[in-house]
Structure formats: structure tokens, C-alpha cells
């Protein structure tokens, strides 16, 4: 058993990073895994709920704004990683990563460059972070209409960056990251 591991959220401005492990059933094989960022929304959500129902098993996790303020957006993203593969609730005998860098792990892995779009279960992981991080700021955008969450997905966008300048930054903004930190009450 084979886990692949991918996260989603590490360019925006806001909002924790989520990254997702994936161990699927050669038996079931899904058609039309690819890198998430290729696929459009509607098809992301349509291989989204056939992951869910046919992977052997898979974990979505995060790390919060707060621990990328902290520790910066590679580790912060590392962790959520470390996260998603230990809530698998089958234990994988080798991790494949998408990326050049590895979480911190008890299992044998490794990294591969482009693996969204080499490896199917890093693309399912792929596909599950992204979801469930532009599902996150569809709900947030509720909470914070001000800043257009639900349109742009946290990332730098003119639109973001004026309600920035205009509002400042809410509490899911992280800090850390210059365009935010400009408009920080010092």
C-alpha cells in the first residue's frame, strides 16, 4: 500500500495550509486523476467525492495560520503533510510525495518532482486538498464578505490587496507574509 501526499494553500494570503494522503484501491482504478490545478472546479469536485468513495482510505489535514506565522509556509506545509498521513487510518507502506521535500515520517518515502501529475494517489491527494481548501474559503467568505475569499481563494489578487489596503488584514491573514504585513497596526 501506497499513500501519495500533495497540499493546497501555500501561495495565498490567508487561511491555513490542508494537505491530503491518499491510499487507493488498484482494484478500483479512477479515470481522469490529474494535477489539480489542470482540472476545472466542476471536475475537481466530481473525482472529489469518487476519491472519497473508492480510495482504500485518505486524511485531510491542516496547519493553521498561526503555525505558518510561526514556523513559515514550507514547514508549516511539511506538517499538515506529516498530519494527513498519520490520520490514515491504514498504515501505507511507502509515502510518495509530490515536491522536492519530505515530512518528517516513520514510513519509507519519497519525493517526487511534478508527482501531481506522474502519480495517481498524489493526484487524488491533489485533488482532496484543493477541494476541501476552496470549499474552506467558500465558507469563510461568509464570515469576511469584505475580502472576496470565495472568488480568489485567499491568493494575492488586485481585488485582495485593495480590501487589504482598504480594510486591513482579519484575523485568517497571515502575518507573515509581506503583502499582509504592511497593513499591520505596528
Keep these: 500500500m501506497v499513500a501519495g501526499v500533495d497540499e493546497a494553500g501555500r501561495g495565498p494570503l490567508a487561511g491555513p495550509v490542508f494537505a491530503a494522503a491518499v491510499i487507493l484501491d488498484d482494484m478500483s482504478p479512477i479515470s481522469g486523476l490529474a494535477d489539480s490545478k489542470k482540472l476545472s472546479p466542476t471536475k475537481r469536485d466530481l473525482l472529489y467525492d469518487i476519491i472519497k468513495a473508492r480510495a482504500l482510505c485518505f486524511s485531510v489535514a491542516t496547519a493553521s495560520v498561526h503555525e505558518i506565522d510561526q514556523l513559515n509556509i514550507l514547514q508549516a506545509s511539511l506538517l499538515a503533510m506529516q498530519r494527513a498521513v498519520k490520520g490514515l487510518r491504514?498504515?501505507?507502506?511507502?509515502v510518495l510525495v509530490d515536491?522536492?521535500?519530505?515530512?518528517?515520517?516513520?514510513?519509507?518515502?519519497?519525493?517526487?518532482?511534478?508527482?501531481d501529475s506522474k502519480v495517481a494517489s498524489i493526484s487524488a491527494a491533489s485533488i482532496l486538498a484543493?477541494?476541501?481548501?476552496?470549499?474552506?474559503?467558500m465558507e469563510i467568505d461568509t464570515q469576511y464578505p469584505l475580502y472576496g475569499f470565495a472568488m480568489h481563494k485567499g491568493y494575492g489578487t488586485s481585488f485582495h490587496l485593495n480590501a487589504l489596503k482598504e480594510h486591513g488584514p482579519c484575523a485568517l491573514?497571515?502575518?507573515?507574509?509581506?503583502?499582509?504585513?504592511?497593513?499591520?497596526?505596528k
Excluded at 518528517?104 to 517526487?112: G, N, P, Q, T, Y
Excluded at 477541494?131 to 474559503?137: F, G, I, K, N, S
Design 130 to 137: 484543493k477541494v476541501e481548501r476552496d470549499r474552506w474559503c
Design 173 to 185: 491573514h497571515r502575518s507573515s507574509f509581506a503583502p499582509v504585513a504592511q497593513y499591520l497596526v
Design 90 to 94: 491504514l498504515k501505507p507502506m511507502k
Design 99 to 115: 515536491g522536492n521535500r519530505l515530512p518528517v515520517l516513520d514510513i519509507r518515502a519519497e519525493a517526487i518532482v511534478r508527482g
